[in-house]
């Protein structure tokens, strides 16, 4: 039993019992350990495989691997991965690699790398997209560190992840430090800012008068087309579901967004790095302002008010187009912001593996990372999408629906932040002039700041 396990897992959590599964259903035998040693008991025995070996302690569990040992953390993020790596750390070797698959924070990631580095521990932090069935069935894995680590993660991180549907793997190596992580944050950026724009969508259409299924089908016919997601097949799954008393599911849902901390994270490296990041940012305000219930109806009694657009004719094609073009002004954003970082922090990401990787098996995986791939395949140091000619021909084609659709929704008072602020910053993007030469102005007036002349 001693040595050899090519690889081990702590945290039996969903997420970590489904990845184990997947190790075993790719030829792994895998050690596992839970700090409640009955977790470890009640899975190993519910799982009843021959290559899972369970441990009571970190002890039996570093033992029963096979050097290099390699390990993957899946606790919560923060404190408790500190606590597990130091109680790791007596029990390592030279070359032992340390794989977190939690949700860190990139610069968590980066502390722990520098720390462990030094002592001959090879430190991996790797972001896992997908939630549990990716876990279990191939997840989106975007790994990032010690690179010295990655001949022996590869064909096991590689072999459990998902493939496109050109058999590609997703999971590629991103880079040193915290890279990995920051990549997976990013990722979660644009996932806030794709959903709260779709909500805003489904917002109009039920305030033109649409049932849940109407949407739903209408959500259905675009995952056929230009705007195929994940996303927006499940928003059509979401809007079908019944409550037990036949109601919409849906309606019955109390109408405020939690969040886990990744949106706000990548929009404050938007704010940090000088980065327009406004549809992520407006999509962490969203939540927010539905988090805010009980002030929301005091300033509803207020202010109340009869919110429609019926009567829009064509508000189905506009929809389709403006969700379609709002998207990839979020994938501008965050492949904008990814290259700022890779210059800021010293990382050599790959953007057109990063959008392999984010091609399958994770949560914003949609048909236009296709055409992203090829765009960073052909230029693979762009700065900004939108001068790509996919871009340019795309965006200009649906520039008059999202404008149109936006001004029905402001007359009709349905809020679309996250929709109105990508159509801020592609106008803003492609100003050649913008009044911030006023703001110089004004900044040097009453404050002496310093300002540029025009060149020439």
């Not at 493939?163 to 990995?180: D, F, I, L, Q, V």
Request: with cysteine; proline share 4%.
């Amino acid at each position: 039993m001693k040595g050899d396990c090519s690889i081990g897992l702590i945290g039996l959590a969903v997420m970590g019992q489904n990845l184990v599964l997947n190790l075993l259903d790719h030829d792994n035998k895998v050690a596992v350990y839970n700090r409640t040693a009955q977790v470890t008991d009640d899975f190993v025995g519910e799982a009843n495989h021959p290559n899972l070996v369970g441990s009571h302690s970190l002890e039996q569990f570093v033992q029963s691997l096979a050097k290099p040992r390699k390990i993957i953390l899946m606790v919560k993020a923060g404190d408790p991965v500190d606590a597990v790596i130091n109680d790791l750390k007596p029990l390592l070797e030279d070359g032992d690699i340390l794989i977190d698959g939690g949700n860190s924070l990139f610069t968590d990631s980066q502390r722990r790398s520098d720390d462990l580095t030094p002592q001959g521990i090879h430190f991996v932090g790797c972001g896992i997209s997908g939630g549990q069935d990716g876990a279990r069935f191939g997840p989106s894995m975007m790994p990032g560190g010690d690179e010295s680590a990655w001949p022996a993660l590869k064909p096991i991180l590689q072999g459990i992840s998902a493939k496109t549907e050109a058999g590609e793997p997703c999971c590629e190596w991103m880079g040193n430090g915290g890279s990995g992580h920051f990549v997976k944050m990013v990722h979660n950026g644009i996932e806030y800012g794709d959903m709260q724009m779709i909500a805003e969508i489904y917002d109009l259409l039920r305030h033109s008068g649409r049932s849940n299924d109407a949407i739903a089908s209408l959500f259905d016919t675009w995952n056929q087309g230009r705007l195929a997601s994940y996303l927006v097949e499940i928003t059509s799954d979401v809007l079908r579901i019944k409550d037990d008393d036949g109601s919409d599911w849906v309606d019955n849902i109390w109408d405020k967004a939690g969040q886990k901390g990744t949106g706000k994270w990548t929009a404050i490296q938007t704010l940090e790095l000088g980065v327009p990041g406004s549809i992520v940012t407006e999509a962490v305000f969203a939540r927010a302002l539905s988090s805010r219930w009980d002030e929301r109806q005091a300033v509803h009694e207020k202010y109340a008010k009869t919110t429609s657009v019926a009567g829009y004719q064509g508000l189905e094609d506009d929809a389709e187009a403006a969700l379609y073009a709002a998207k990839l002004l979020a994938y501008a954003q965050g492949f904008t912001l990814l290259t700022e970082a890779a210059r800021e922090y010293d990382w050599k990401l790959n953007m057109a593996n990063i959008a392999q990787v984010w091609k399958a098996g994770c949560i914003i995986r949609a048909k236009a990372l296709d055409p992203i791939q090829s765009v960073f395949q052909a230029e693979p140091d762009l700065d900004n999408l939108m001068l790509s000619d996919f871009f340019v021909d795309e965006l200009k084609g649906c520039e008059a629906a999202l404008r149109r659709l936006l001004v029905r929704a402001i007359e009709g008072g349905v809020p679309v932040p996250a929709l109105s602020n990508a159509l801020a910053y592609y106008d803003g993007v492609r100003s050649q002039r913008l009044p911030a030469n006023l703001i110089q102005g004004q900044r040097n007036f009453f404050g002496a700041h310093e300002y540029e002349r025009l060149p020439g």
